[in-house]
């Protein structure tokens, strides 16, 4: 059975930095496109980042482009998001994201975690 379990996330003050990161286990992903996404209260979930299996290519949603950095170490079973300059606005639940799909004009998963709370206070 597939898991992916998020750990790394928290309360910090506007200007910080905070990594949080993914264990995968149950699966092997190497091949395929990891993520992260985010959803606020009241929002819809958020697009923040995807990698290719090899690393060489990523993407960013337009909101954290610049600020945010994934990265994944196969060996490990790993995903990472560094999220540096962080604002209120970056306060959401974090999810992980397994086997990334295109869905629509935007992205989707297969499979995902259960979440971590990052608060950004102003």
């Known amino acids: 059975q597939v898991h992916l379990v998020e750990s790394g996330g928290g309360l910090v003050q506007a200007g910080d930095s905070l990594s949080v990161s993914c264990k995968v286990s149950g699966g092997n992903f190497s091949p395929y496109d990891m993520g992260w996404f985010r959803q606020a209260p009241g929002k819809d979930r958020e697009f923040l980042a995807r990698?290719?299996?090899?690393?060489?290519?990523?993407e960013y949603g337009v909101s954290v482009k610049g600020r945010f950095s994934i990265s994944r170490d196969n060996a490990k079973n790993t995903v990472s998001l560094q999220m540096n300059s962080l604002k209120a606005e970056d306060t959401a639940v974090y999810y992980c994201?397994?086997?990334?799909?295109?869905?629509?004009?935007?992205?989707?998963?297969?499979?995902w975690g259960q979440g971590t709370q990052v608060t950004v206070s102003s």
């Open positions: 994201a397994g086997v990334v799909v295109p869905n629509g004009a935007g992205w989707s998963a297969l499979y």
């Open positions: 990698i290719s299996g090899s690393s060489i290519e990523k």
